[in-house]
Each structure stands twice: as structure tokens, then as C-alpha cells.
């Protein structure tokens, strides 16, 4: 994913919400893939957190906020499965909305011939001046997510520090 957008500069955090990566039932690549390409777009981004569902999504989500990121994606968690709550542990910790793109990231796993992208509840806000996107768990979700945001996220971020749009 290099060659991308320029976000020199930003720091990003990312936590990975699986009960299975977590448990190390199979190796996390969907923080793997969000960490590669935004390392290659330049951005100040450590390994993601890996946590179960539940209650640890909520605690590691506010820790990120905590240290103060441009940007903080999860992957995972974003699903109907019961224990799918990473859309739940995000608005709480949201000021605003921001629908738009959670949309065009559903709507881009259609348009790849992916018709469950729909089924995907991930938000999208912000949470002071920390942009906050739910990526999808699975690779392919995550790669068309990527593409999204690849597009907006500098006008995006450059909007949340107070720059005009």
C-alpha cells in the first residue's frame, strides 16, 4: 500500500478486536495489514494491540485515545456474531459521527463484489481531535477500507487540526 498518501507525521494507533488472535488461534492480519500500509503512507504507527472481544476492546480503545493519536483504526469485532461489540465500545468514546465514511468503506466491499460488506456495523467519529475508523475484521475488508481512506484521510486529519475544507 505505499505510494499512497503522505500522513508523515500523524501518529496512528490500531487495536485489532479478535478473541481468536488474541488466544493465538491464528496470527493477526488485519492489524497487520492496516500497520504495513500506513507505515508505507509514512505514518508514526507501533505493532496493534491485539485484544478479545468484550470488555478488553472498550479498556484498549481508551488507552489509545489516551496517548493522543491522529488517527486510531480498529479491525474486527464489527460483525453480527454476539460477541461482535467493537462498534458499541467505539461510539461511546465518540463526540461526533462521521457516517460518510463508515459508508463509503461498507460500500467499497460491495463494489469489490463483496454483497455481506453491508453487514458490517463499524463507525466512524471523532473523539476530541482523534479521528476513530472500525475497519472490517477480514483481509479483503480491510484492504478495500484501506482504499477509502486513502483517499480522504489527509484532507480528513488536516480538517480535525482546524484546517479549512
Do not use: F
Not at 94 to 114: F, H, K, S, T
Request: charged share 20%.
Amino acid at each position: 500500500m505505499s505510494g499512497g498518501p503522505d500522513l508523515a507525521g500523524r501518529r496512528v494507533a490500531v487495536v485489532t478486536c479478535s478473541t481468536r488472535a488474541a488466544a493465538g488461534v491464528y496470527p493477526d492480519r488485519g492489524g497487520a495489514l492496516i500497520v504495513e500500509a500506513l507505515r508505507g503512507w509514512g505514518a508514526s504507527v507501533d505493532d496493534p494491540v491485539v485484544v478479545p472481544d468484550g470488555p478488553a476492546v472498550a479498556a484498549a480503545l481508551a488507552e489509545a485515545l489516551a496517548s493522543g493519536p491522529d488517527l486510531l483504526l480498529t479491525t474486527g469485532g464489527t460483525g453480527l456474531t454476539p460477541t461482535d461489540g467493537t462498534p458499541e465500545a467505539t461510539r461511546a468514546l465518540l463526540d461526533r459521527e462521521v457516517p460518510g465514511l463508515a459508508e463509503a468503506v461498507r460500500a467499497r466491499g460491495v463494489a469489490q463484489g463483496v454483497p455481506t460488506a453491508v453487514l458490517s456495523r463499524g463507525l466512524a467519529g471523532l473523539a476530541g481531535r482523534t479521528l476513530v475508523v472500525n475497519l472490517p475484521g477480514s483481509s479483503g475488508g480491510v484492504k478495500d477500507a484501506l482504499a477509502v481512506l486513502a483517499e480522504v484521510l489527509p484532507h480528513a486529519l488536516d480538517q480535525v487540526a482546524g484546517g479549512d475544507h
